[in-house]
């Protein structure tokens, strides 16, 4: 019985492990917001990955997008395989002016 109960807790570490995130990957970019009045779902998408040789030095080795604001829900994924990525994308945004720049919650 000893035997079973410690195969059965190896299979069970192995399986979190496969289930568990294996990378973070960090993105940065700016993000063009729709304007203040707009009302309504929206959401981000992509528009480029700024090329490393438009980018200072410094920044090359980190990947840098230009985003968008779209109305609307966003489009429905037609992934077919778990993601084991997270995904975390570091946004700037423009401030509007005459008004000191605000944070806004993304989803």
Known sequence: MRSVRSRLARLEQVNRQR??????????????????????????VTVKQIPPEELPPAERAKPWFEWE???????????????????????????????????RERR
């Open 69 to 103: 604001e779209r109305p609307g829900p966003e489009p429905v994924t037609t992934a077919s395989r778990p993601n084991d990525e997270i995904l975390v994308q570091a946004c700037y945004v423009e401030a509007p002016r005459g008004r000191p720049a605000e944070m």
């Open 19 to 44: 289930t568990a995130p294996q990378r973070l990957l960090i993105h940065y970019g700016y993000l063009k917001t729709l304007p203040d009045d707009y009302i309504g779902p929206r959401h981000v």
